[in-house]
């Protein structure tokens, strides 16, 4: 099974700044995930990472304030841009392993004060 | 719209005292459905995946079960380390990974 490896794991921010998010996967996957759980709330998928190429956002999300890099098939990033209380919350990599198991890592909690 | 409900949202239970945890979706055809284990503070661990109806999937005392409709997460003698928010997440046919996740059912086994 594929480990994933987050870092920060966790981070206090002033509002305003940026984050980068780091994932990093043990092992080469099909596809890479980025996902938002707010406080007390499920997964949200932000975006799917894709390798050499801009990111694919689901609707509420953009490229802007949320700019993501895969620069090979174990490596992305993921920045939380001019960021404000309401990006508070858990961001979360996953990892799709040759089309069957979906894996996640620990995840990346940001609170911004 | 592809949609995922899970309840109870929580559920006590007694050591030993095994209970179901339910999932409905619909979805414009599954791939796949998913169950993972989040325990606070911790990312989500993955559990199961289901492909069909009728697919059972068992891992020690858990057992995951598939209809059309739902899906259940039988806890048969539960301890309380079983104790975690478990969630279920379904994935369209396609090529898209993408999961749909409901809003989880927080179990508490207490001794």
């Known amino acids: 099974s594929a480990v994933i490896s987050q870092k920060p794991s966790r981070d206090i921010c002033q509002r305003g700044t940026s984050l980068t998010i780091q994932c990093q996967v043990d092992?080469?996957?099909?596809?890479m995930f980025w996902y938002r759980q707010q406080p007390g709330q499920s997964l949200t998928l932000i975006a799917t990472a894709n390798q050499g190429s801009e990111a694919t956002y689901e609707s509420g999300f953009v490229i802007d304030k949320f700019p993501i890099s895969r620069p090979n098939l174990t490596f992305s990033t993921l920045t939380v841009s001019n960021m404000s209380p309401e990006d508070s919350s858990i961001y979360l990599c996953?990892?799709?392993?040759?089309?069957?198991?979906?894996?996640f890592g620990e995840g990346s909690w940001l609170t911004v004060v | 719209e592809d949609q995922v409900t899970q309840s109870p949202e929580a559920l006590r239970l007694q050591e030993g005292e095994s209970s179901s945890l339910n999932c409905s979706y619909t979805v414009s055809g599954l791939r796949g459905l998913f169950w993972y284990r989040q325990d606070p503070g911790k990312g989500p661990e993955f559990l199961f995946t289901?492909?069909?109806a009728g697919e059972e999937k068992e891992k020690e005392r858990l057992k995951a079960t598939l209809t059309k409709k739902e899906s259940f997460l039988h806890i048969t003698a539960p301890k309380p380390e079983d104790s975690a928010t478990y969630l279920c997440?379904?994935?369209?046919?396609?090529?898209?990974?993408?999961?749909?996740f409901g809003q989880g059912t927080t179990l508490q086994v207490k001794p």
């Open positions: 092992s080469q996957v099909t596809m």
């Open positions: 997440a379904v994935q369209a046919r396609g090529n898209t990974g993408k999961l749909i």
């Open positions: 289901l492909y069909s």
């Open positions: 996953s990892g799709w392993e040759n089309g069957n198991t979906i894996y």
